[in-house]
């Protein structure tokens, strides 16, 4: 619903109950990428993954905040982590494929936007970045 800022007093209150909560830590994480808090929301989401480092939500959130800060190459392990544990995130497909893309690596990142598209036709991420590709792809001819 885009209440980052509300929902972080949430996710404080249930950590000053629980500060291992894995849900409070990785969407206090998430909230604080919604605002475009990255380097802020790093330090949570590598608490959520000390707790679980297999928590997709945790890996995606994480690879984005990497991702946003243009660190392309520290985000894809993130994303591929969380494809290996569910290779249907459509966030972790999306995300990859941003990164590839990012990297210049446009003929790659095409079947990550195309998978995510397929479970969700309407993800921006994926719309915007198979986009980007695309040209990309066609300025490199």
């Known amino acids: 619903m885009g209440r980052y800022n509300e929902s972080i007093g949430f996710y404080d209150k249930a950590l000053a109950i629980d500060p291992n ?3 409070a830590l990785s969407n206090k ?3 604080l990428v919604g605002l475009g808090k990255y380097n802020e929301a790093i330090p949570f989401l590598d608490k959520a993954l000390a707790v679980n480092p297999n928590f997709v ?3 995606n959130n994480k690879g984005l905040a990497l991702a946003s800060l243009g660190r392309y190459n520290e985000s894809v392990p993130f994303f591929d982590k969380a494809l290996a544990i569910n290779p249907n995130s459509v966030n972790a497909l999306a ?4 990164d590839l893309g990012a990297l210049g690596k446009y003929k790659e990142s095409i079947p990550f936007f195309d998978k995510a598209l397929a479970k969700d036709p309407k993800n921006n991420a994926a719309l915007n970045g198979k986009k980007l590709s695309l040209q990309g792809l066609n300025q490199s001819k």
């Open 57 to 59: 939500a945790a890996l």
């Open 21 to 23: 909560s894995i849900l």
């Open 29 to 31: 994480g998430g909230a």
């Open 95 to 98: 995300g990859k494929g941003v």
